[in-house]
């Protein structure tokens, strides 16, 4: 079978242009733009972490400049986007609903449960198909012992969560984040097709949709986004549509297969505007660390989950990107008492920037300080002091 041959520097333009990141602004400015992005992405994660602004919102806002959160409620109110937990929790477009079917019926056979359970998730569902959407805080307390620890849910939470993992609810939040449990008639449009996929369906689905996003992608990183559903059929049916020539096997320098991306970026000229981009740690482009190790030569690692006195660069360092190349990480805390930005640590990677790209990095990381409510940028510490240096200056 013949395969596309590409350098690191081709595989990384096709990376970042299918990510959104090629420029400011690739999928235009405004609401429109963020349905675009969810749309091309198919897939943004959320996540709860609030030492910067949540990672849903930094993603988007990373590439629709003029993004309001305000935007994805809508387009959630619209029906046009619903959340749900795939490989993990996040948005995605609501003509997709039917390929999270076989993951909720995969959940729905994970947990084999006793009748008193059954006859809670039966109570709560009734109450939530009576009285509407209802949150948490909407049931009594019906913990019996006392709660070991910040995922001991009591009772009532477990069958919410239970009924939501199965597709039996679904989910909205409020403003302030919290989870509202409703049945999926009230969410889903009545036009949405919501017949469960083959399994060969959700396969290719599976398969086209992370080479949407991805551009360049190994055959691992496709079997994960899958890996709920039980016996999938991803690695086979990538045979098959290498075979039909529905996506092109690919080999890059230096790097062992297999590797695939669609026929698209065949014969696609990218251009990269050279833009800064400060990217959540969940961004699309970060999930997956050895891509950044491979493609980027950027060795990363989220260091929230490593114990303080292992950690190298900070509690919730960001990666920096300018055009195709990592050039910083940055621990960051919105201290939203003080309105400050507070960069604790502002880490240079080992290669050269030259003066207009340490003024895209300034502008960058002003934009950055607005978009978390911040008046003020405070830098603490760095490794570089000239870059440093000009930072600041540009910053007064």
């Keep these: 079978m013949n395969q596309i041959i590409l350098t690191k520097e081709q595989a990384r333009k096709i990376i970042l242009h299918a990510a959104g990141l090629a420029k400011r602004a690739q999928f235009g400015k405004g609401r429109e733009a963020v349905y675009k992005l969810i749309d091309h992405l198919g897939f943004v994660q959320l996540d709860t972490n609030y030492v910067v602004e949540r990672a849903h919102h930094h993603a988007i806002y990373a590439r629709v400049p003029d993004y309001k959160q305000d935007w994805l409620e809508e387009l959630q109110h ?4 619903f959340e749900y937990f795939t490989c993990d929790a996040g948005y995605m477009p609501m003509h997709d609903f039917r390929f999270s079917l076989p993951i909720k019926a995969s959940f729905a056979k994970r947990y084999p449960l ?3 359970e059954i006859n809670l998730m039966n109570q709560v569902l009734d109450r939530v198909g009576r009285d509407g959407p209802l949150g948490v805080k909407d049931f009594d307390n019906d913990r019996q012992v006392a709660s070991s620890g910040w995922w001991d849910w009591r009772p009532s939470k477990v ?3 239970r009924l939501y993992m199965s597709g039996q609810l679904m989910v909205t939040r409020k403003k302030d984040f919290h989870k509202r449990y409703d049945l999926p008639r009230n969410i889903v449009p009545a036009d949405i097709d919501t017949d469960i996929p083959t399994p060969e369906e959700f396969a290719r689905h599976v398969i086209k949709r ?4 991805m551009g360049v992608a190994y055959a691992k990183e496709m079997a994960w986004r899958a890996h709920y559903v039980k016996d999938n059929l991803v690695k086979k049916e990538l045979e098959k549509m290498a075979a039909e020539k529905e996506i092109l096997p690919v080999a890059v320098e230096g790097l062992k297969g297999p590797l695939y991306m669609l026929p698209a970026y065949k014969n696609k000229k990218i251009t990269l505007a050279g833009d800064a981009f400060i990217l959540s740690p969940f961004d699309a482009l970060n ?3 050895h891509r950044l190790k491979d493609f980027f ?5 989220i260091e929230c989950f490593v114990p303080a006195p292992k950690r190298k660069y900070g509690y919730f360092s960001l990666p ?3 055009g195709d190349t990592f050039v910083a990480r940055m621990d960051s805390k919105a201290d939203r008492k003080q309105n400050q930005l507070i960069v604790h640590n502002l880490h240079f990677e080992p290669v050269k920037l030259t003066r207009d790209m340490l003024g895209k990095l300034t502008d960058a990381l002003k934009a950055f300080a607005k978009f978390n409510q911040c008046h003020e940028i405070v830098i603490k510490k760095s490794n570089n002091k000239p870059y440093l240096k000009a930072l600041k200056d540009g910053l007064i």
């Design 78 to 81: 619209d029906g046009r986007v």
């Design 114 to 116: 006793e009748q008193p």
């Design 159 to 161: 069958a919410l969560e």
């Design 210 to 213: 992370c080479l949407q996003s």
């Design 287 to 289: 999930v997956f660390r």
């Design 297 to 301: 030569e950027f060795d990363y690692q």
């Design 320 to 322: 920096v990107l300018i």
